[in-house]
């Protein structure tokens, strides 16, 4: 049976699916990956994470017949070396942002799936991380449609 868990877990495995780039991906409660080139310098990486925001039913039934529709996020900074500029992590953050843009995917069950939508990029932000990097945040919202 579909669940928030297995939307979660589909949204990580289309974007790890889809991301062709060597910018190394971190989730939450998880180690860092190596965030250094070859030379042992800083390098560019993406923080993902994915967020509910409500739930609610659509419509009327009995139970385990109502079609629900969980509400989300799921926000991807591309971070970059401090004193870099901020160049690759907007084409990180707004290629990130692609991978998502209007698509349906979580197929799970009938009446279950995923319905992304328009990708919004925000500023660069010099206070992530104490300083060390400079991040710049895409912003996915979703819908996760499922029948309880």
Not at 1 to 15: E, H, Q, S, T, Y
Not at 25 to 42: F, L
Request: hydrophobic residues 45%; proline residues 6%; negative net charge.
């Amino acid at each position: 049976m579909a669940d928030f868990a297995g939307a979660v877990a589909a949204i990580r495995l289309r974007l790890e699916g889809v991301w062709n780039n060597a910018t190394p991906i971190a989730w939450p409660n998880e180690k860092r990956p190596i965030v250094t080139d070859a030379d042992g310098k800083p390098a560019a990486w993406v923080y993902a994470e994915v967020t509910g925001t409500d739930s609610g039913i659509r419509g009327v039934g009995k139970p385990g017949a109502h079609v629900i529709i969980d509400d989300g996020l799921i926000e991807l900074t591309a971070f970059v070396p401090a004193d870099t500029g901020t160049a690759e992590a907007f084409t990180n953050a707004t290629a990130l942002g692609e991978i998502f843009r209007t698509k349906q995917f979580y197929d799970a069950d009938p009446g279950a799936c995923i319905r992304t939508w328009s990708p919004r990029v925000g500023g660069a932000d010099a206070s992530a991380d104490s300083g060390m990097w400079v991040g710049v945040t895409v912003t996915i919202p979703f819908e996760f449609w499922r029948i309880a």
